[in-house]
């Protein structure tokens, strides 16, 4: 089976950086993809990393260590709208598989 | 407009009755797929469907099965509904798998409560 963990719940404040971590233990890896999720909403692609260093996609950057199997997503001068679940999603034998997700709490 | 529209956007549903989640994409991608999201779980996969007419069974495939008889509809049944089904329903879909750059995109969901 895979086994994706991530934390539960973050909050930071407007302006601030937060980064979530995700560590995982699948087999086939592929790469990694991290996915953002509004409340009764559907989720929606952020970000894929297949080799290891940083992605930077303005505000947000994602970083993957094969060897460590970790991943993180750094967000930047957080917004209220970033309010969100965060999913690092594993992708493995062309399928992906889900952490429970991470709830990012944007206060003013 | 173009994406994935999924009805119903929610059901009440007594157990032991049959019930059909519907998924229709107008991108022309030949992978489809079908999670669940429950809370504290995260997204799982039920069945999913690698180009029209083949199908594949996910992580948790008992107690529903699909059908892919075209590029576009990917319905998802249940064929006797039972209480532990209670879920949102995401369908998704994506340009060809076997792709690892391929990113998956989802419908805005089904609410399902079986009572």
């Known amino acids: 089976g895979q086994n994706i963990d991530q934390p539960t719940e973050m909050t930071a404040t407007e302006g601030a950086i937060v980064q979530i971590n995700c560590t995982y233990q699948t087999s086939g890896f592929n790469g990694l993809f991290w996915y953002q999720q509004h409340a009764g909403e559907a989720p929606t692609f952020l970000s894929y990393n297949v080799l290891d260093g940083l992605e930077e996609k303005g505000r947000f950057s994602s970083f993957l260590s094969r060897s460590k199997g970790y991943s993180y997503l750094l967000l930047k001068e957080l917004q209220m709208k970033d309010s969100a679940s965060y999913l690092c999603a594993v992708d493995h034998d062309y399928k992906l598989s889900f952490g429970a997700g991470t709830t990012v709490t944007v206060r003013a | 407009i173009a994406g994935i529209t999924q009805a119903p956007t929610s059901q009440i549903l007594a157990a032991g009755r049959r019930m059909t989640l519907r998924c229709t994409q107008d991108m022309r991608h030949n992978a489809m797929y079908w999670y669940r999201q429950d809370l504290g779980l995260g997204l799982r996969l039920i069945h999913y469907?690698?180009?029209?007419?083949?199908?594949g069974k996910g992580e948790v495939p008992d107690g529903y099965s699909v059908s892919r008889a075209n590029t576009d509809d990917f319905p998802l049944t249940l064929a006797s509904a039972v209480p532990s089904q209670t879920s949102v329903y995401f369908c998704?879909?994506?340009?060809?798998?076997?792709?690892?750059?391929?990113?998956?995109?989802f419908g805005p969901g089904t609410r399902l409560t079986v009572l």
């Open positions: 469907s690698n180009t029209a007419g083949t199908t």
């Open positions: 998704a879909s994506s340009d060809s798998a076997g792709k690892p750059t391929d990113t998956q995109y």
